[in-house]
């Protein structure tokens, strides 16, 4: 029931297109959904994060859909670029996100 | 750069040494935290301190032995680890209250012999 679950485990975008990864849990006790990414010999940067109540938030070229009753979300990323290329993570945390499980994550490759 | 800083950035050890990870932040959060993160996986939590306390213990085994000397300062003593071990350690910190996301350093790389 911890567990977040995110697809696809890769996905190859060109340069302009939509990247979209899904993202679903059980635990309706998560009440954050971050977003992060990583580079190789990087640490997980935040990118875009949401709270159960808002269905919607959109940063930049990042925008997260988020549908409480199915208990899914996602994160768009319009207009991708190779620079977008790396490791995102979805996750979601409770208790003042002293829990807090990372999605499997999904390796985006942009082609130029 | 990231404003949780891990030192050193790579550490080659043996089975038998003695040797230490250090976190330290300075935006204030009393929440730190350790993680594993093995190839293509996600970071698994390891640790978790509020206010200096370890709060969250993820049934680490004892050959890891973190410390939380100030608000500032996190540490991971390791002693006697295995091949296995071999990974990126990441810290990260956050705000205690609310929805407050963590902010990860870059971790340390961690070669067992």
């Known amino acids: 029931q911890q567990q977040v679950k995110q697809s696809p485990q890769s996905l190859i975008v060109q340069k302009g297109g939509i990247s979209i990864i899904n993202c679903a849990y059980e635990n309706t006790a998560f009440d954050y959904f971050p977003w992060y990414q990583q580079f190789p010999g990087k640490g997980p940067a935040l990118l875009i994060a949401i709270r159960p109540d808002v269905s919607e938030k959109k940063e930049g070229r990042f925008t997260i859909s988020f549908n409480k ?13 190779p620079g977008d ?27 130029p | 750069d990231t404003e949780v800083t891990q030192t050193p950035k790579h550490l080659v050890m043996g089975m038998t040494n003695k040797k230490s990870l250090k976190c330290e932040q300075h935006m204030g959060h009393r929440a730190m935290y350790w993680y594993k993160q093995k190839a293509k996986k ?5 640790f978790v301190y509020s206010y200096e306390k370890l709060s969250i213990n993820e049934s680490v085994p004892s050959r890891f ?3 939380c000397p100030n608000s500032s300062l996190l540490n991971l003593h390791l ?33 067992i012999l």
């Open chain 1, 69 to 81: 009753s199915a208990k899914q979300f996602s994160l768009h990323i319009m207009d991708s670029q």
């Open chain 1, 85 to 111: 290329s790396a490791t995102y993570f979805c996750a979601g945390q409770y208790n003042y996100g002293q829990n807090f499980v990372f999605g499997p994550g999904t390796r985006l490759s942009v082609l």
């Open chain 2, 42 to 46: 996600p970071p698994e939590l390891m």
């Open chain 2, 65 to 67: 032995s973190p410390e």
């Open chain 2, 79 to 111: 002693h006697a680890l295995q091949p296995e071990d071999s990974a990126l350690y990441l810290c990260a910190s956050s705000l205690i209250g609310g929805n407050q996301p963590q902010h990860f350093g870059d971790g340390t790389r961690l070669s």
